[in-house]
């Protein structure tokens, strides 16, 4: 069966710090992979994907992801950390047209 | 540029009662799917369609619940006989797809649906 992982539930972190958000993912194939953020009570921001080709993709606010066929890993990171940046992060794992998401990795910046 | 939109953003009703949500996707987007996202947990997938036609539906989607898209643009999710099981935030996604092309699903804000 297809599946995300998020093993971090939740990560602290000082503002300014760098930051790694683990995923992994189990595929028959290689899928399409997502990285989502979501603010409380708001729906979903995509932050970067990847389909194929070059493994290290970039996406929006800074945040890049590099895709690991070996480790079955999709880990996003952030060189600097901004207090915005506290929200909920989920990877999420697509194959034609289904999403299948882990369940989260809520990110917590302390000043 | 207008994105996915939800509309009620949040819905109180009572055990029993039905409701609708509706959503509006991005123009031009021929896919529109409908996820549930219970607390904690990422969201679940429900069914999506393809213009108006209904293409998947999951096993979550018990027969109290119905989706439609008549026209190929809006749609709406209907749960009739509402359980407190029922309560979560549900969210409609867009996305636009020629042919096995890639996918690239955006989201909406979503409605929180609170059953007492």
């Known amino acids: 069966a297809q599946s995300v992982t998020q093993p971090d539930i939740h990560i602290t972190v000082s503002e300014g710090a760098s930051l790694e958000l683990r995923c992994n993912y189990s595929?028959?194939?290689?899928?399409?992979l997502f990285w989502y953020v979501q603010s409380p009570g708001q729906g979903l921001q995509l932050l970067l994907k990847?389909?194929?080709?070059?493994?290290l993709v970039q996406g929006i606010k800074g945040f890049e992801a590099e895709f690991k066929r070996s480790q079955s890993s999709f880990n996003l990171r952030k060189p600097s950390v901004h207090w915005s940046d506290a929200a909920e992060y989920f990877c999420?794992?697509?194959?034609?047209?289904?999403?299948?998401f882990g369940k989260g990795t809520l990110l917590t910046v302390n000043p | 540029d207008t994105g996915v939109s939800q509309d009620p953003r949040h819905k109180i009703t009572k055990r029993g009662q039905n409701v609708t949500f509706r959503c509006d996707p991005i123009?031009?987007?021929?896919?529109l799917y409908w996820y549930r996202q219970t607390l904690g947990q990422g969201p679940e997938f429900l069914t999506y369609?393809?213009?108006?036609?209904?293409?998947?539906k999951s096993r979550l989607l018990s027969d109290r619940f119905s989706a439609e898209r008549p026209k190929g643009s809006f749609s709406t999710l209907e749960i009739q006989r509402t359980e407190q099981g029922d309560s979560a935030m549900y969210l409609c996604?867009?996305?636009?797809?020629?042919?096995?092309?890639?996918?690239?699903?955006?989201f909406g804000p979503g409605t929180r649906l609170t059953v007492l």
């Open positions: 595929y028959g194939a290689t899928p399409y």
């Open positions: 369609f393809q213009n108006e036609a209904q293409l998947e």
């Open positions: 123009s031009e987007h021929n896919r």
């Open positions: 996604a867009s996305s636009l797809v020629i042919g096995a092309g890639e996918d690239t699903q955006y």
């Open positions: 999420a794992g697509g194959s034609n047209y289904k999403l299948t």
């Open positions: 990847y389909f194929s080709g070059d493994t």
